[in-house]
C-alpha cells in the first residue's frame, strides 16, 4: 500500500485539469463529466474496490469504531501505571511502572495464544476449545478491504485489550512486596486461563449467558475477576512492612499525585472505549452508553469527595480518584440497561461505596495500596447487582453469576499464588522491601538526581554524597 | 448486547444463534428462520437491523466522530489539571489537581441537571427554558441501531465537554489561594447558568447567532467566558503573598515543567477534538478545520518563543507552552473560515500577544499563576474579532458579540465572587497559603517522600526526620 | 455553521413519526415515502447536502479514519517528549521538553512551507517541485461536505505528523549538551528538506518505489531517516561530559521513570495511528495491521525483559521500554505484509538487537542518551531488511533502499551539523553541560522547589537557602 500514498488524490491527469482552475472557476464550468470520472478512479487510485454496498461499508465503520475504543483501552495501561505508581511510594515506583508496561506485553502474547481460544473458540458451554495461536495472513486480508462481515482481527485486538485490563488490576494491590517474577507468572496464568474461562462462560454463550446473566462491559467479567485475584493475593502476601504498627493501619501516602490524578483522567477516557465498544459495533446506542458511563463517573466522583469529606474533615484527592473509577466500575455492567438518572444513582452510591470499602479492608488488615479491591472487586459487585435494580437483569440470577465466578477465580487464585509461594515465593525479603523494590529488583531509581526522606539512606539520607552525574545503584 | 461479543465474526450458525438475539426474539420467532437469517448477513448476526439508507449509516458515521471529539475534550481535563499543576508549586499541587479532577464531575452534573436545558432547551432568543434533568431510556434507544437523525445523547455529551472547559479554565487564575470550597460552588454556577445562557445566545439560534456573530467552536463563547470569570475571581481574590513585593512582580516558578508540557501537548490533541467536532458532524470540511488549528498552534509556539527570547534573552519554556495554546484559542473562532495562510497568521499574532499579555497583567498586579487570563481571555478576544478580519464575519458584530457576553459574564462572575466572599469566604488564609493549600485544604502532600525547599520546614526543612514510610501531615 | 448546533436532531414531528415505530416495523412497510422526508430534513437541518452515494460517504469515513490517526501520531510527541525526559538528568529536562514541543511547531511549519511539496508535489522520481506553501481555501471546502475524493488536508495533516515524527527522535540522541538554537535549525532543514526527498522517493512513486522497495509505515522512510540524522549528531558532537570516564561508559541514569513509562505507553498507542493510518484508507486491512503492530511490540517488550535480565541480572526498566519501541520500530515496514506469527518473531527479535545495540554503541564511545539510535536506526533497518524475510519484498532491494536513504540522510546531516558546527556552534560550553541546560540556555528549573542531589550546588547542594516561593536563577 506504501507506494499508493500520492494516490490519495486522484490521478495526475484528473489533478491536473482540478488545479489549473481556482475552484471558484470550478463552480462556474459544468463538472458532471469530470465528477463522475473521479469518482469512479478515486476507488481505483486508493487501490482497492469501492464498497458494493452499505453493508459493506458499515463492516469497515464498525471495524474502525472498534480500533479507536480498543486504542482507548489500551491507553488505560497507562492510566493503571501512573495511578499504582503515584499512590505508591517513591522507592517502589520502578517496578510498578515496570509491572504495568511487561503486563500489556505478557497479556498480549498469552491471550494471544492461549486465552482468546478458551474464552472464543468453538467448544462447549464452559470453555473454548479451538483457535490458539490465533492466526492471520495477509493475503486473507489485503484481497478484500471491504468484506462482508467485520474481521476477526478487530475483536482479537480488543478482547486483548480487555484481557490485559483483568491483570493490570492485580498490580496495585500487591504492589511495594511481591517478587516481580511471581507477578509476571500469575499475570499470564489469569490472563491465559482464568480470565477467559469465565469470560467465556457470560460472552461467549456460555451457561451464566444462558441463564440470563447481564454484564454488558464486564463489571464482573472483568473488574470482579481482576478484583478478587487482586484480593487474594493481597491476603496470601500479606500487609507491607509497617501498615499495621500496633494494631492500627497507619496511612502509608503514595508519592506522587500528580501521576496518580493523570491516570484517573486517563482511565475515564479510556472507558469511553471499554463500555461504548463493548457494543460490538458502530450503531446509534453507542452514545447512550457514553453518557450512562460519563454521568455514573461524574457522581462517583462528587459523592465520595463528600463522603470523605464528612467522614475524614478534609477532601481527600485520593478518594475523588477512587471515587471516579468506583463510579466507572459500577456503570460498567448496567450502560447500555439503564436510564441517565439510574446511572447517576448508581454512580453515586459507588462513590459512597468505594470510601467506606477502603476502611473496611483497612481494618480487616487486608493491604491494598491502591484501592484496588474497593474499587474493581466491590464496585464491580455493586455495578452487577445494579443491572437487576435499575435494569433488565434478574437479581438472582446476577448474584448466580457474582458467586460463580467470584469462586472459580478466588480458588484459581489461591492455587496459583499458593503454588508460586511454596516453589520460588511471591514476597521480597524485609530488608530488600525497606531498601525498595526498584533498587533490590531493578537496581535503578525512580527518580535520580532528587534528594529523598530517609529510608535506605538512614539519618544521613538528606545528602548523599553524589557525583554532578546522579547516583547509581549498580 | 453482551452475548453478542461472538459475533464479530460470523463463523458457526449455532454460536450465531444463541448469541445473536435477544431472549425476546428467540422466544417470538422460530429458531429454523433465523439460522438461515444467521448464515447470511453479517448485520444479523451483529444483533442489529442493518442500516436501510446511506443516510442511516451517515448518521451513525456522524455519531462515532462526535464521540472520539468529545473523548479528545474530555482528555483536556488532563491537560488543563497537568498545564495547571506544573506552573504552580508542589506545594499547592494536590489543591489544583483535585480541582480539575472535581471540576468536570461538578460540571457533569450541572450542566446535565440544568445547563443544557438553558442553553439548548427550546425557549426564547435570550435563554433555553426546557429540557433540564436531560433524560435517556435505553428502551427508546436499545432498539434503534441505526435512526434516522444523529442522536442527542452525543451532542449532550459534546456540549458537557464544552462546558467543563470553560470552568477549568478559571481553576489555574485563582490556583495557590483559593478555598476549595468556594471554587466547588462557582464552578457548578458557571456551568449551570452563566455559560449556557451566553452560549444559547451563539449556538442556538440566540440574538447574537441572529445578527450574525460569528464563533466557530468558542474563542469567545467558551474561552472569552471561562478567561472573563477568571479574570474577576483573581482581581477579587487578590494575587498570593509574595507575588508584589517592594511593588514589583516576583516569578514565582513552577514546579513541574513535565507537567506542563504533557499538558500542553494533551491540550494539542484535544483541540483536535474541539475544533473539527464543532462541525457537528463528519464532513470533509473536518479535515480542513483540524489543518487551519494545527498550523495555528504551531505559529504561535514559534513566535512565542523568539518574542520571549528577545524579550528576556532566553527561549522561555512556560511562553512556548503559552504560545501553543494561543494559537489553538485564537483559531478556535475562525477555525472553519479563513485559509491556511490566515491560520498561520492569527496563530503568529496571537504568539506574539500572549508574551505581552502576561506582562501586562503582571505589571497591572493582576496575578494570574499560569496565565490563563492571557491565553484564554486575550487571545479568545483576538481569535473572535480575527474572524472579521480574515473571514467572512464583521468586525462590528464580533465587536458587540465580545462586549454582550463578556459583560454577562463579568457581571455574573462579580457578583457570584462576591457573594461568596462575604457569605463563606473565598480565600484561605495567610498561614495556609503559607502552609500551602496541600496541607491546610486536603491534608496531604502531593510528592511525599521528596526532600522540598523550606516554607513549612524553614530552615531546617531539607531533612525533616521522617520515617522510611515518608511522612505525613495528618 | 455554529448555529447548526442545535439542529442536530430532526424536528419533533419527524421524529415522533419514527419513534412510534421499531424498525422491523418500518423495515416491513414501504418506506420511500418517509426516507425522503427524513433524508432531505436531516440535511437540511445539519446545513448539508446529504452525500449521494456510498462512495461519498466512504470519502468521509475515510477522512475521519485519518484524523484520528493523524491525533495519534501527533501525541507521540508527547510520547517522545516524556521519554527523553524521563531518560535524561533532570538539570536538562526543561531544555528536552522544550525541544520536543517546540519542534512539532517548526516542523508543521516549515513541512507546510516546503516539506510537502518536496515530498508530495509534481515532479521527477527524485524530488517534488511544487505545492509550496500548501494552501486551502474555506470556499473550496466549505461547499461540498461529502465530495467525491478524500481531501488533500487530511493527507496533508497526517504527513506532517509523520514529518515530525523524524526530527524529534534526534532530539533524544543529541540531549543534554546540544545548543537549544542549532537544533531547531538542524530539525527545520531536515523536515524542509532531506525527509521530503528520500520519502518522495519511496511514497510517492520515486525511483525506490519503482524497483519495490517495500516500507508500509517508515522504517526506513521515518525511524531509520531520524536514527541517521541522531547517529551523525551524536558523533559530531561527541559524549556528554562524564560519560566516558577512564575509557569506560558509566551510567548516567534518567531522572523521572515514571515519564519514561509514560511515554513509552503513549508512543505504544501512538503507533496505533501511525501504522493503522499509512493504509491511508478505512479498509478492513486495518485491524489486521493494528494486530501485528501490537503484538510486535508485547514480542518485544518480553524478550528484551528477559535479554536484560539474563544479561545484566536485573529486569531492567528501561530495557523493557526499549523493547516496545523496538518491537514497534520493527514492525513498523512490515505491518501489512507478514502473518501473526511473523509479527511476533519480528518484534522479539528486535527486542533482542535493542538490548545488544545498546551496549554496542557505548562501547563504540557513541553517547546516546536514550537509546534513540539503537531503537530507531538499529530496528528501522531490522524492520525493513524483515519485509524481504517474512514478507512479500525482496532482499537486494531492501538493501539497496536501506543504503540509498541512508547515504542520503548521512551526508545531508553531516553537511548540515558541520556548518552548524563552524559558525553559529553545536554544542554548549562545559560550564553550561555542567549547571545543565535548563538554567544555562533557559534560565529556569524543571522541578523548582525540590532539593537535587549536588552538581551544581556543590557539596552544599542538598540544602540551598532559598525562600519559601522557590528558588529560581534567572
Known amino acids: 500500500?506504501?507506494?499508493?500514498?500520492?494516490?490519495?488524490s486522484i490521478p495526475e491527469p484528473i489533478r491536473d485539469v482540478f488545479s489549473s482552475f481556482s475552484p471558484r472557476?470550478?463552480?462556474?464550468?459544468?463538472?458532471s463529466a469530470l465528477i463522475v470520472v473521479a469518482w469512479h478512479t478515486a476507488a481505483v487510485a486508493q487501490g482497492f474496490e469501492a464498497p458494493a454496498d452499505i453493508d459493506e461499508l458499515r463492516v469497515v465503520l464498525d471495524s474502525i469504531f472498534l480500533l479507536f475504543c480498543s486504542v482507548l483501552v489500551i491507553f488505560m495501561n497507562a492510566g493503571f501505571g501512573m495511578l499504582e505508581a503515584g499512590f505508591c511510594r517513591q522507592k517502589n515506583a520502578v517496578n510498578i511502572l515496570a509491572k504495568n508496561l511487561i503486563v500489556f506485553g505478557l497479556a498480549t502474547l498469552a491471550y494471544w495464544a492461549i486465552g482468546y481460544g478458551l474464552m472464543y473458540g468453538e467448544g462447549t458451554q464452559f470453555i473454548g476449545t479451538s483457535g490458539f495461536f490465533f492466526s492471520g495472513d495477509p493475503a486473507a486480508y489485503g484481497n478484500d478491504a471491504y468484506p462482508a462481515a467485520v474481521p476477526e482481527a478487530i475483536s482479537f485486538l480488543f478482547q486483548v485489550a480487555f484481557a490485559a485490563t483483568a491483570a493490570t488490576i492485580v498490580s496495585g494491590a500487591v504492589a511495594e512486596r511481591i517478587k516481580f517474577g511471581a507477578f509476571m507468572i500469575f499475570s499470564v496464568l489469569l490472563v491465559a486461563i482464568s480470565y477467559p474461562i469465565t469470560g467465556h462462560w457470560?460472552?461467549?454463550?456460555?451457561?451464566?449467558?444462558?441463564?440470563?446473566?447481564?454484564?454488558?462491559?464486564?463489571?464482573?467479567?472483568?473488574?470482579?475477576?481482576?478484583?478478587?485475584?487482586?484480593?487474594?493475593?493481597?491476603?496470601?502476601?500479606?500487609?507491607?512492612?509497617?501498615?499495621?504498627?500496633?494494631?492500627?493501619?497507619?496511612?502509608?501516602?503514595?508519592?506522587?499525585?500528580?501521576?496518580?490524578t493523570?491516570?484517573?483522567?486517563i482511565l475515564w477516557i479510556g472507558w469511553f472505549g471499554f463500555n461504548p465498544g463493548s457494543e460490538l459495533a458502530a450503531t446509534a446506542n453507542v452514545p447512550y452508553i457514553a453518557v450512562t458511563t460519563n454521568l455514573a463517573a461524574a457522581a462517583g466522583a462528587v459523592t465520595a469527595t463528600f463522603t470523605a469529606w464528612l467522614k475524614d474533615g478534609k477532601p481527600d484527592l485520593s478518594m475523588i480518584?477512587?471515587?471516579?473509577?468506583?463510579?466507572?466500575?459500577?456503570?460498567?455492567?448496567g450502560c447500555a440497561d439503564v436510564n441517565y438518572l439510574s446511572a447517576v444513582i448508581i454512580g453515586a452510591i459507588a462513590g459512597v461505596i468505594v470510601v467506606f470499602s477502603v476502611s473496611i479492608f483497612d481494618s480487616?488488615?487486608?493491604?491494598?495500596?491502591v484501592g484496588a479491591i474497593s474499587v474493581h472487586l466491590v464496585c464491580g459487585i455493586w455495578g452487577t447487582l445494579a443491572v437487576g435494580i435499575f435494569g433488565t437483569g434478574s437479581i438472582v440470577t446476577q448474584i448466580i453469576g457474582?458467586?460463580?465466578?467470584?469462586?472459580?477465580?478466588?480458588?484459581?487464585s489461591a492455587i496459583v499464588w499458593t503454588v508460586l509461594k511454596v516453589t520460588i515465593g511471591i514476597r521480597v525479603t524485609a530488608e530488600e522491601e525497606s531498601i525498595g523494590l526498584d533498587i533490590s529488583e531493578h537496581g535503578m531509581e525512580a527518580y535520580s538526581g532528587f534528594v529523598k526522606e530517609a529510608g535506605v539512606f538512614g539519618s544521613s539520607g538528606a545528602a548523599p554524597s553524589s557525583s554532578g552525574m546522579g547516583a547509581t545503584f549498580k
Open 25 to 31: 472557476w470550478l463552480a462556474c464550468i459544468p463538472l
Open 364 to 369: 480487616l488488615k487486608v493491604d491494598d495500596p
Open 262 to 265: 493523570l491516570g484517573c483522567l
Open 321 to 333: 480518584i477512587n471515587g471516579v473509577l468506583a463510579g466507572l466500575v459500577g456503570i460498567t455492567a
Open 1 to 8: 500500500m506504501q507506494t499508493s500514498r500520492s494516490n490519495i
Open 402 to 412: 457474582i458467586l460463580a465466578i467470584g469462586a472459580f477465580t478466588v480458588v484459581f
Open 202 to 260: 457470560v460472552w461467549d454463550g456460555g451457561w451464566l449467558a444462558e441463564m440470563g446473566f447481564s454484564d454488558f462491559a464486564g463489571s464482573t467479567v472483568v473488574h470482579s475477576v481482576g478484583g478478587w485475584a487482586a484480593l487474594v493475593g493481597a491476603v496470601i502476601l500479606g500487609p507491607r512492612l509497617g501498615k499495621f504498627q500496633d494494631g492500627r493501619p497507619s496511612a502509608i501516602p503514595g508519592h506522587n499525585m500528580g501521576f496518580a
